[in-house]
């Protein structure tokens, strides 16, 4: 038995590690010129802790993006075709160990320039190093727009291509006043101009108060859209019992319930809501709850709530860049045995997005490359942006996704509920649809 | 102020909360009473029970609920294994030894599921989650009806094993005087090994129906409970039967009260408010003895 336990202990340490070394995933390409011999990327992830499954899809997404650069002949530096090198930087799911994980990436591994961040209190913490050090970062998972806003450090050496918990409400209540509101008024004959009341149910901590904030922002810089904000609802991090405050948020007859949470709390809210508490209404959803772990827990009772996501495990936006996601996903599958996460599909751009810079930079001089990285002009990928292009704006270099929104629709051969873009125009498969059983807050 | 349905609504709640509750205190204070052995990993015996559950239903294709039966027999096995590896040769050892071995066993046991299961979260679908009874606005869910009878009926079971068994009245015997226990010619290893499978047993039935009332839960589930738990046992008083149940059912309505009038983030700061309250006045817990 102890044997047992002792095995499991061990395993349970070392096993994420195996799948995380510093390999190189490169042929070695030659030549003569005078230069480096390869570019060196660091990458990074939580290949253990509580994250490790996200870790491991960064770093997995970001092979793939080496792999498929490598063997196209690697990166252009000032006329000479050089491998990319990946090493990773396993930050634990830990703030502290986020520093030490980039201090090495930086001063020991040298490394020409840093891809990825998971969390915005990790990457707070670890970025900065990259910033007193001089290393360009890409960063593509951290929500908190104070990431690249903050004033304490030289953030010009970041680079943000990860939306932020600003755009996940702008784009949502967009959607809302849109088609929800809308479809609202023409079922139950409410004048046009009536306002949608709004609850916002939130988790405490950065991640739920930012939501929040930004809701207040989108309203304040869009009083064009018919919203008003009817309740705010704070709740520790994993709760699991919504009953009560879900009793209180019915109280105020939202038409709409927004909760800011992760998979573990969105779960029981949204089954407590319809299930329980007979809180009949559309749940909104943040990004971080479009997982597979999601679809399987919330099972029916996710049936028409709107999940705003920009990468999914299930759909694929219609338009232009369906075939590049799809080749995506099919490869990554080939290759892991499963498809990728959203934050998958944000490292494999985030290592494109570097060896672009580096080539029309010329050198791997990290002030050339971080001018270059201000300059980024790229066609959009695998996920939608705004105006179809990835580029930085001028003040806190972010890059602008067109996030787009979900329906989640039961299909009986899965057994559970299965995501259909149903805005904007461009990319949805099918319309939005108010269930017969919604009810209105009045 | 609120109208009288709603406050019933949120009684209603709180006691579904405090169920869980109760299960998880009642067998960390029946392991505390029999031992006075402080198990920090008793929420993993939760977490474990969840997963248990999970892998009987989902990989062996058994009823939710007698999946959960499984998991119970299951952990208390591995409870009494508990007992008799890492709490018995450090018994009388001093209290440091205890929680240093009990946080060993959170570690060991939180990575060893997630390196079987992996860290994703996971949840079990019950076979009735349709069915629900109207309770005026509440609707009801079978599922918490069954919580709440499995919950009293496991309790009034441990009342006539203690009352009505001599191997319970043993139990009780321990629990009072550990050294006139073992004069009187009572085995106190066995009941340690008894307490110890029974206690675990309880968690794992709390973990397992919780993850069926509709949760998702990953190896880290059993943290939070586990320090309820503790503050539920305090409140109660150590060792206490009825002192867990009086405690577990204080906190689910303290919790759910709370979260209405002053709003979901003041849950936990209010059950740990009430855990001071009683402290202040009654040291011993509400059903503590004059220790």
């Given at each position: 038995m102890i044997a047992l336990l002792l095995l499991g202990i061990f395993a349970g340490c070392t096993g994420a590690k195996e799948t995380g070394p510093s390999e190189t995933a490169a042929p070695g390409t030659g030549g003569e010129a005078q230069g480096p011999d390869s570019v060196k990327i660091g990458v990074v992830l939580p290949l253990t802790g509580p994250a490790s499954s996200t870790g491991n899809d960064m770093w997995w997404a970001a092979q793939l993006a080496a792999e498929e650069i490598n063997a196209k002949g690697g990166v252009n530096v000032g006329g000479k075709m050089v491998p990319i090198e990946l090493v990773a930087g396993d930050t634990e799911t830990n703030p502290d160990k986020g520093v030490e994980a980039v201090t090495r990436l930086v001063q020991q591994e040298k490394v020409d320039l840093l891809v990825g961040g998971f969390s915005s209190a990790i990457t707070y913490a670890d970025s900065v190093i990259a910033a007193e050090e001089g290393v360009p970062f890409v960063i593509t998972g951290a929500s908190a727009p104070v990431i690249t806003h903050r004033t304490d450090i030289d953030t010009s050496w970041f680079f943000h291509h990860c939306p932020t918990s600003d755009d996940y409400p702008y784009w949502t209540l967009k959607f809302v006043n849109e088609v929800v509101r809308p479809a609202i008024n023409e079922k139950f004959g409410f004048p046009e101009d009536r306002k949608l009341k709004l609850a916002v149910v939130y988790q405490e901590g950065k991640y739920g108060a930012g939501v929040l904030s930004g809701v207040k922002k989108a309203l304040e810089e869009n009083p064009d859209w018919k919203i008003e904000l009817v309740a705010e609802e704070p709740f520790t991090r994993s709760e699991t019992n919504f009953q009560t405050v879900l009793t209180k948020v019915k109280e105020a007859k939202p038409d709409v319930v927004y909760p800011a949470t992760f998979i573990n709390e969105q779960v029981p809210l949204v089954t407590q809501g319809r299930r329980d508490v007979g809180l009949n209404t559309i749940y909104l959803a943040v990004e971080a709850t479009d997982d597979p772990d999601y679809y399987s827990g919330v099972g029916q009772w996710g049936e028409y709530s709107i999940q705003e996501t920009r990468f999914s495990p299930y759909a694929v936006p219609k338009g232009p860049i369906a075939p590049a996601v799809n080749k995506f996903r099919e490869d990554f599958k080939a290759k892991y045995g499963k498809y990728p996460s959203m934050m998958g599909a944000g490292t494999y751009e985030g290592v494109y997005i570097a060896v672009d810079a580096i080539e029309r930079a010329g050198s791997l001089d990290k002030e050339a490359v971080k001018a270059a990285l201000a300059e980024t002009d790229l066609p959009e990928m695998i996920e939608a942006m705004v105006g179809g292009r990835i580029t930085f704006t001028e003040d806190f270099r972010e890059s602008k996704f067109q996030l787009y929104m979900s329906q989640l629709i039961w299909d009986d051969s899965a057994g559970e509920c299965r995501p259909k873009i149903v805005w904007p125009d461009q990319l949805k498969e099918q319309d939005f649809q108010l269930p017969d059983w919604y009810e209105p807050g009045e | 102020m609120a109208d009288i349905g709603i406050l019933l609504q949120v009684t209603l709640w709180g006691v579904f909360a405090g169920c869980i509750y109760i299960l998880l205190a009642t067998g960390l204070t029946l392991i505390f009473g029999v031992m006075k052995v402080v198990n920090f990993a008793h929420g993993e015996f939760l977490m474990l029970g969840a997963f248990l559950s999970y892998f009987a239903a989902t990989?062996?294709?058994?009823?939710p609920y007698v999946a959960i039966l499984i998991s119970m027999a299951v952990m208390a096995l591995v409870g009494i294994a508990t007992e008799r590896l890492c709490f018995r040769p450090i018994l009388g050892t001093g209290k440091l030894n205890e929680i240093i071995v009990s946080l060993g066993l959170i570690l060991i046991f939180q990575n060893m599921v997630a390196h079987v299961w992996g860290n994703d979260g996971k949840s079990i679908r019950s076979p009735y989650e349709d069915i629900t009874f109207p309770l005026g606005p509440v609707s009801m869910p079978l599922d918490y009806v069954i919580i709440i009878l499995a919950t009293a009926l496991i309790l009034l079971a441990i009342h006539v094993f203690q009352t009505r068994t001599g191997l319970g009245r043993a139990m009780r015997a321990t629990s009072q005087n550990r050294e006139a226990a073992k004069l009187m010619g009572i085995d106190v290893e066995r009941i340690d090994m008894l307490s110890f499978g029974l206690g675990s047993a309880l968690a794992a039935f709390g973990g397992g129906l919780w993850a069926v009332s509709g949760q998702v839960f990953n190896y880290q589930s059993g943290s939070v409970p586990a320090i309820k738990a503790f503050a539920i046992i305090i409140i109660g008083g150590l060792g206490s039967i009825p002192g867990a149940i009086a405690g577990g059912l204080l906190y689910g309505l303290a919790e759910n009260f709370a979260a209405y009038f002053l709003g979901a983030a003041w849950k936990d700061a209010t059950s740990f408010i009430l855990l001071t309250i009683v402290l202040t006045f009654r040291p011993t817990g509400l059903f503590g003895g004059e220790e």
């Open positions: - | 990989i062996l294709g058994v009823h």
